[in-house]
Protein backbone atom coordinates (compact mmCIF):
# COMPACT_ATOMS: atom_id res chain seq x y z
CA UNK A 1 0.00 0.00 0.00
CA UNK A 2 2.87 2.23 1.21
CA UNK A 3 4.67 1.89 -2.37
CA UNK A 4 1.32 2.63 -4.11
CA UNK A 5 1.09 5.97 -2.24
CA UNK A 6 4.91 6.74 -2.79
CA UNK A 7 4.69 9.21 -5.66
CA UNK A 8 7.22 8.16 -8.25
CA UNK A 9 9.29 9.75 -11.11
CA UNK A 10 6.36 12.50 -11.87
CA UNK A 11 7.48 14.10 -15.32
CA UNK A 12 4.01 15.36 -15.97
CA UNK A 13 1.64 16.87 -12.61
CA UNK A 14 -1.79 16.17 -13.20
CA UNK A 15 -3.80 17.90 -15.37
CA UNK A 16 -5.06 20.19 -12.84
CA UNK A 17 -1.93 21.27 -11.53
CA UNK A 18 0.46 21.64 -14.68
CA UNK A 19 -0.16 24.46 -17.05
CA UNK A 20 -2.61 23.62 -20.35
CA UNK A 21 -0.44 23.18 -23.84
CA UNK A 22 -2.67 25.52 -26.24
CA UNK A 23 -1.95 25.72 -29.49
CA UNK A 24 -3.05 29.16 -31.51
CA UNK A 25 -3.27 28.84 -35.15
CA UNK A 26 -3.78 31.72 -37.22
CA UNK A 27 -5.32 32.48 -39.94
CA UNK A 28 -5.43 36.26 -40.49
CA UNK A 29 -8.77 38.69 -40.21
CA UNK A 30 -8.50 41.88 -38.16
CA UNK A 31 -7.31 40.61 -35.23
CA UNK A 32 -3.87 40.61 -37.19
CA UNK A 33 -5.05 43.94 -39.00
CA UNK A 34 -3.17 46.86 -39.18
CA UNK A 35 -3.71 50.45 -39.69
CA UNK A 36 -2.11 53.68 -40.58
CA UNK A 37 -3.23 55.31 -37.22
CA UNK A 38 -4.48 54.96 -34.47
CA UNK A 39 -7.84 56.85 -35.22
CA UNK A 40 -8.25 54.04 -38.23
CA UNK A 41 -10.80 51.63 -36.33
CA UNK A 42 -12.83 50.54 -39.64
CA UNK A 43 -10.05 51.76 -42.81
CA UNK A 44 -6.95 49.09 -42.22
CA UNK A 45 -5.98 46.12 -44.24
CA UNK A 46 -7.01 42.83 -42.39
CA UNK A 47 -4.19 40.07 -41.98
CA UNK A 48 -1.11 41.77 -41.65
CA UNK A 49 0.65 40.45 -38.33
CA UNK A 50 2.10 36.98 -38.01
CA UNK A 51 1.27 34.75 -34.83
CA UNK A 52 4.37 35.36 -33.41
CA UNK A 53 3.69 38.78 -32.87
CA UNK A 54 0.00 38.58 -31.92
CA UNK A 55 1.20 36.10 -29.52
CA UNK A 56 4.16 38.43 -27.97
CA UNK A 57 1.74 41.27 -27.78
CA UNK A 58 -0.37 39.72 -25.30
CA UNK A 59 2.79 38.61 -22.56
CA UNK A 60 -0.36 37.45 -20.12
CA UNK A 61 -0.72 34.44 -22.61
CA UNK A 62 2.43 32.84 -20.57
CA UNK A 63 0.74 32.79 -17.68
CA UNK A 64 -2.34 31.37 -18.80
CA UNK A 65 -1.05 28.10 -20.93
CA UNK A 66 1.99 26.83 -22.39
CA UNK A 67 1.47 28.82 -25.93
CA UNK A 68 2.79 28.22 -29.10
CA UNK A 69 1.55 29.43 -32.66
CA UNK A 70 1.41 28.15 -36.02
CA UNK A 71 0.64 30.76 -39.25
CA UNK A 72 -1.71 28.51 -41.16
CA UNK A 73 -3.19 31.00 -43.36
CA UNK A 74 -3.05 34.73 -43.38
CA UNK A 75 -6.23 35.90 -44.84
CA UNK A 76 -9.45 38.06 -44.42
CA UNK A 77 -12.14 35.65 -43.88
CA UNK A 78 -14.32 37.00 -46.30
CA UNK A 79 -12.02 35.25 -48.62
CA UNK A 80 -11.95 31.94 -47.16
CA UNK A 81 -12.95 28.73 -49.24
CA UNK A 82 -13.63 25.00 -48.46
CA UNK A 83 -10.44 23.82 -49.25
CA UNK A 84 -9.28 25.92 -46.35
CA UNK A 85 -11.73 25.43 -44.25
CA UNK A 86 -10.88 21.50 -45.11
CA UNK A 87 -7.17 21.65 -44.65
CA UNK A 88 -7.71 23.88 -40.94
CA UNK A 89 -10.20 21.53 -39.83
CA UNK A 90 -7.68 19.08 -40.41
CA UNK A 91 -5.13 20.61 -38.80
CA UNK A 92 -7.19 20.73 -35.75
CA UNK A 93 -7.90 17.20 -35.55
CA UNK A 94 -4.44 16.30 -36.07
CA UNK A 95 -3.28 18.33 -32.98
CA UNK A 96 -5.60 17.45 -31.06
CA UNK A 97 -4.88 13.43 -31.05
CA UNK A 98 -1.83 14.59 -29.74
CA UNK A 99 -1.23 14.15 -26.09
CA UNK A 100 0.91 17.05 -25.49
CA UNK A 101 -1.63 19.53 -26.83
CA UNK A 102 -4.99 20.54 -24.43
CA UNK A 103 -6.60 23.01 -26.53
CA UNK A 104 -6.41 24.47 -29.81
CA UNK A 105 -7.40 28.56 -30.47
CA UNK A 106 -7.93 29.78 -33.98
CA UNK A 107 -7.58 33.43 -34.58
CA UNK A 108 -9.97 34.31 -37.63
CA UNK A 109 -11.53 36.89 -39.50
CA UNK A 110 -15.18 38.04 -38.09
CA UNK A 111 -17.04 37.94 -41.04
CA UNK A 112 -16.94 33.94 -42.01
CA UNK A 113 -15.63 33.18 -38.27
CA UNK A 114 -19.28 31.74 -37.34
CA UNK A 115 -18.95 29.54 -40.43
CA UNK A 116 -15.56 28.06 -39.34
CA UNK A 117 -16.52 27.55 -35.77
CA UNK A 118 -19.52 25.78 -36.81
CA UNK A 119 -17.83 23.64 -39.23
CA UNK A 120 -14.98 22.38 -36.80
CA UNK A 121 -18.01 22.03 -34.07
CA UNK A 122 -19.71 19.21 -36.88
CA UNK A 123 -16.51 17.76 -38.17
CA UNK A 124 -13.38 17.32 -35.16
CA UNK A 125 -14.43 14.73 -33.26
CA UNK A 126 -12.54 15.49 -29.85
CA UNK A 127 -13.91 16.74 -26.21
CA UNK A 128 -10.80 18.74 -25.90
CA UNK A 129 -11.30 22.62 -25.92
CA UNK A 130 -11.42 24.87 -29.76
CA UNK A 131 -11.90 28.07 -29.56
CA UNK A 132 -12.49 30.24 -32.12
CA UNK A 133 -10.99 34.25 -31.80
CA UNK A 134 -11.92 37.70 -34.13
CA UNK A 135 -11.36 41.32 -33.21
CA UNK A 136 -13.39 44.19 -34.59
CA UNK A 137 -10.56 46.85 -34.49
CA UNK A 138 -7.04 46.16 -35.91
CA UNK A 139 -4.47 45.71 -33.38
CA UNK A 140 -3.18 49.30 -33.92
CA UNK A 141 -6.81 51.12 -33.45
CA UNK A 142 -7.83 53.15 -29.96
CA UNK A 143 -9.35 50.52 -27.52
CA UNK A 144 -8.49 47.35 -29.95
CA UNK A 145 -10.23 44.99 -28.70
CA UNK A 146 -7.68 41.54 -30.00
CA UNK A 147 -5.40 41.32 -27.03
CA UNK A 148 -7.98 40.41 -24.18
CA UNK A 149 -10.41 38.74 -27.00
CA UNK A 150 -6.95 36.17 -27.53
CA UNK A 151 -6.10 36.24 -23.74
CA UNK A 152 -9.80 35.67 -23.60
CA UNK A 153 -9.60 32.48 -25.72
CA UNK A 154 -6.58 30.90 -24.71
CA UNK A 155 -7.74 31.04 -21.34
CA UNK A 156 -11.13 29.15 -22.27
CA UNK A 157 -8.53 26.56 -24.21
CA UNK A 158 -6.72 25.83 -21.03
CA UNK A 159 -9.64 25.51 -18.85
CA UNK A 160 -10.83 21.73 -18.29
CA UNK A 161 -14.00 23.08 -17.50
CA UNK A 162 -14.32 24.06 -21.46
CA UNK A 163 -14.18 20.27 -22.38
CA UNK A 164 -17.03 18.73 -24.42
CA UNK A 165 -18.81 21.60 -24.79
CA UNK A 166 -18.43 22.09 -28.92
CA UNK A 167 -16.79 24.85 -30.35
CA UNK A 168 -16.38 27.74 -28.35
CA UNK A 169 -15.97 31.80 -29.56
CA UNK A 170 -14.90 34.36 -26.72
CA UNK A 171 -15.09 37.72 -28.13
CA UNK A 172 -16.34 40.70 -25.80
CA UNK A 173 -15.71 38.83 -22.86
CA UNK A 174 -18.17 36.60 -23.50
CA UNK A 175 -17.76 33.07 -24.37
CA UNK A 176 -20.39 32.12 -26.94
CA UNK A 177 -21.25 28.38 -28.67
CA UNK A 178 -19.38 28.02 -32.05
CA UNK A 179 -23.14 26.63 -33.69
CA UNK A 180 -25.19 29.47 -32.30
CA UNK A 181 -23.13 32.58 -32.26
CA UNK A 182 -23.50 35.15 -35.55
CA UNK A 183 -22.16 38.66 -36.20
CA UNK A 184 -25.28 40.88 -35.76
CA UNK A 185 -23.44 44.31 -35.73
CA UNK A 186 -20.65 44.84 -38.44
CA UNK A 187 -18.79 47.57 -36.12
CA UNK A 188 -18.39 47.09 -32.63
CA UNK A 189 -16.79 44.50 -30.25
CA UNK A 190 -20.36 43.77 -29.14
CA UNK A 191 -20.66 41.94 -33.35
CA UNK A 192 -21.36 38.86 -31.75
CA UNK A 193 -24.07 37.35 -30.21
CA UNK A 194 -26.60 34.19 -29.96
CA UNK A 195 -30.37 34.49 -30.11
CA UNK A 196 -29.92 31.31 -27.33
CA UNK A 197 -27.21 34.04 -25.20
CA UNK A 198 -23.81 33.37 -24.34
CA UNK A 199 -22.27 30.15 -22.08
CA UNK A 200 -20.53 31.83 -20.23
CA UNK A 201 -18.11 34.92 -19.42
CA UNK A 202 -14.46 34.88 -18.91
CA UNK A 203 -13.44 37.53 -16.56
CA UNK A 204 -9.41 38.27 -15.44
CA UNK A 205 -8.58 34.56 -17.01
CA UNK A 206 -11.14 32.67 -15.73
CA UNK A 207 -13.86 31.50 -17.18
CA UNK A 208 -17.37 31.10 -15.05
CA UNK A 209 -20.20 29.18 -16.78
CA UNK A 210 -24.02 28.97 -16.98
CA UNK A 211 -25.31 26.76 -19.85
CA UNK A 212 -24.08 24.32 -22.38
CA UNK A 213 -25.04 22.93 -25.82
CA UNK A 214 -27.21 20.15 -26.17
CA UNK A 215 -26.99 19.75 -29.84
CA UNK A 216 -24.58 16.54 -31.10
CA UNK A 217 -20.84 18.22 -31.95
CA UNK A 218 -17.59 16.93 -31.35
CA UNK A 219 -17.20 13.13 -30.04
CA UNK A 220 -19.90 12.78 -30.63
CA UNK A 221 -20.88 13.77 -34.53
CA UNK A 222 -21.42 11.41 -37.17
CA UNK A 223 -19.29 13.72 -39.31
CA UNK A 224 -15.20 12.98 -39.18
CA UNK A 225 -12.67 15.29 -40.91
CA UNK A 226 -10.26 12.78 -40.86
CA UNK A 227 -12.62 11.22 -43.56
CA UNK A 228 -13.48 14.71 -45.02
CA UNK A 229 -11.56 15.74 -48.12
CA UNK A 230 -13.34 18.03 -50.41
CA UNK A 231 -17.28 19.85 -49.64
CA UNK A 232 -19.84 20.03 -52.21
CA UNK A 233 -21.00 23.51 -53.50
CA UNK A 234 -24.24 24.82 -51.62
CA UNK A 235 -25.66 28.11 -53.18
CA UNK A 236 -27.71 30.67 -50.72
CA UNK A 237 -30.17 32.70 -52.89
CA UNK A 238 -31.94 35.66 -50.58
CA UNK A 239 -36.00 35.81 -50.50
CA UNK A 240 -37.03 39.35 -51.29
CA UNK A 241 -39.98 41.44 -52.13
CA UNK A 242 -40.40 40.89 -56.40
CA UNK A 243 -37.17 38.36 -55.98
CA UNK A 244 -35.99 36.69 -59.32
CA UNK A 245 -36.38 33.08 -59.34
CA UNK A 246 -33.51 32.97 -61.89
CA UNK A 247 -31.51 33.15 -59.29
CA UNK A 248 -32.32 29.71 -58.07
CA UNK A 249 -31.53 28.07 -61.10
CA UNK A 250 -28.66 30.21 -61.99
CA UNK A 251 -27.12 28.72 -59.03
CA UNK A 252 -27.41 24.70 -59.85
CA UNK A 253 -25.66 26.17 -63.45
CA UNK A 254 -23.27 27.33 -61.29
CA UNK A 255 -22.74 23.59 -59.87
CA UNK A 256 -25.01 23.71 -56.36
CA UNK A 257 -26.32 20.72 -55.30
CA UNK A 258 -28.27 22.14 -52.72
CA UNK A 259 -29.78 25.88 -52.70
CA UNK A 260 -30.41 27.13 -49.30
CA UNK A 261 -33.37 29.70 -49.55
CA UNK A 262 -33.00 32.26 -47.42
CA UNK A 263 -36.97 32.82 -47.17
CA UNK A 264 -38.44 36.02 -45.82
CA UNK A 265 -40.30 35.95 -42.42
CA UNK A 266 -40.35 32.43 -41.49
CA UNK A 267 -38.95 30.68 -44.55
CA UNK A 268 -41.45 31.51 -46.94
CA UNK A 269 -41.15 31.05 -50.51
CA UNK A 270 -43.11 33.86 -53.43
CA UNK A 271 -45.76 32.35 -54.86
CA UNK A 272 -44.24 32.89 -58.49
CA UNK A 273 -41.18 31.11 -56.87
CA UNK A 274 -42.63 27.89 -56.00
CA UNK A 275 -42.55 26.35 -59.04
CA UNK A 276 -38.82 26.84 -60.03
CA UNK A 277 -38.16 24.91 -56.74
CA UNK A 278 -40.10 22.38 -57.37
CA UNK A 279 -38.66 21.43 -60.41
CA UNK A 280 -35.00 22.10 -59.22
CA UNK A 281 -35.45 19.61 -56.70
CA UNK A 282 -37.58 17.05 -58.81
CA UNK A 283 -34.25 17.60 -61.04
CA UNK A 284 -31.99 16.25 -57.70
CA UNK A 285 -31.14 19.55 -56.01
CA UNK A 286 -31.61 19.52 -52.15
CA UNK A 287 -33.87 22.92 -51.54
CA UNK A 288 -33.39 23.79 -47.24
CA UNK A 289 -36.11 26.49 -46.20
CA UNK A 290 -34.05 29.21 -43.91
CA UNK A 291 -34.59 32.51 -43.35
CA UNK A 292 -32.96 35.84 -43.97
CA UNK A 293 -34.37 37.44 -40.23
CA UNK A 294 -31.63 35.56 -38.34
CA UNK A 295 -33.51 34.56 -35.46
CA UNK A 296 -36.38 32.13 -34.26
CA UNK A 297 -36.66 28.91 -36.42
CA UNK A 298 -38.32 27.04 -39.81
CA UNK A 299 -41.11 25.22 -38.97
CA UNK A 300 -41.74 22.28 -41.11
CA UNK A 301 -44.74 22.57 -43.25
CA UNK A 302 -45.96 25.76 -41.73
CA UNK A 303 -45.11 28.12 -44.55
CA UNK A 304 -44.83 25.63 -46.97
CA UNK A 305 -45.65 22.08 -47.19
CA UNK A 306 -42.55 20.26 -47.35
CA UNK A 307 -43.36 16.95 -47.48
CA UNK A 308 -45.52 17.22 -50.20
CA UNK A 309 -42.45 18.89 -52.11
CA UNK A 310 -39.51 16.61 -50.34
CA UNK A 311 -37.85 20.12 -49.21
CA UNK A 312 -35.86 20.50 -46.09
CA UNK A 313 -36.09 22.84 -42.97
CA UNK A 314 -32.81 24.75 -41.79
CA UNK A 315 -34.25 24.51 -37.80
CA UNK A 316 -32.80 27.76 -36.22
CA UNK A 317 -29.18 27.82 -38.56
CA UNK A 318 -29.20 30.79 -39.73
CA UNK A 319 -28.77 31.04 -44.09
CA UNK A 320 -24.99 30.79 -43.58
CA UNK A 321 -24.62 27.97 -41.38
CA UNK A 322 -27.35 25.73 -43.03
CA UNK A 323 -24.70 26.24 -45.91
CA UNK A 324 -22.24 24.90 -43.84
CA UNK A 325 -24.14 21.85 -42.37
CA UNK A 326 -25.28 20.90 -45.59
CA UNK A 327 -22.39 20.28 -46.85
CA UNK A 328 -21.58 18.20 -44.19
CA UNK A 329 -24.48 16.69 -44.70
CA UNK A 330 -24.17 16.02 -48.46
CA UNK A 331 -20.81 14.67 -47.65
CA UNK A 332 -22.35 11.65 -46.33
CA UNK A 333 -25.85 11.63 -47.72
CA UNK A 334 -28.63 13.07 -49.97
CA UNK A 335 -31.71 11.56 -48.46
CA UNK A 336 -33.73 14.12 -47.62
CA UNK A 337 -35.00 12.42 -44.57
CA UNK A 338 -31.45 11.43 -43.64
CA UNK A 339 -30.87 15.75 -44.23
CA UNK A 340 -33.55 16.77 -42.31
CA UNK A 341 -32.98 14.30 -38.99
CA UNK A 342 -29.71 16.38 -39.27
CA UNK A 343 -31.13 19.10 -39.05
CA UNK A 344 -32.79 18.65 -35.77
CA UNK A 345 -30.20 17.16 -34.01
CA UNK A 346 -26.70 19.50 -35.23
N1 LIG B 1 -13.32 42.11 -38.22
C1 LIG B 1 -12.86 41.34 -39.18
O1 LIG B 1 -12.12 40.43 -38.90
C2 LIG B 1 -13.32 41.60 -40.59
C3 LIG B 1 -12.46 41.12 -41.71
N2 LIG B 1 -13.03 41.50 -42.96
C4 LIG B 1 -12.33 39.61 -41.72
O2 LIG B 1 -13.26 38.89 -41.57
O3 LIG B 1 -11.25 39.12 -41.89
Known sequence: ALAREMPTTATTAPASAR??????????GTIAGAGADASNSATYQAAKVPVDKLIAAVPSLGELANVRGEQVFQIASESFTNAQLVQLAKRVSALLKQDDVDGVVITHGTDTLEETA??????VRSDKPIVVVGSMRPSTALSADGALNLADAVATAASPASKGKGVLVTMNDEIQAGRDVTKRVNIKPSAFTSQWGPLGMVVEGKTYWFRAPVKRHGATSEFDIDAIDTLPEVAIVYGSGNMNPAAYTAAVQGGAKAIVHAGTGNGSVAGYAVDTLKDLRAKGTVIIRSSRVGDGFVLRNAEQPDDQYDWVVAHDLNPQKAKILAAVALTKT???????RIFWEY
Open 19 to 28: KANVVILATG
Open 118 to 123: LFLDLV
Open 334 to 340: SDTKELQ
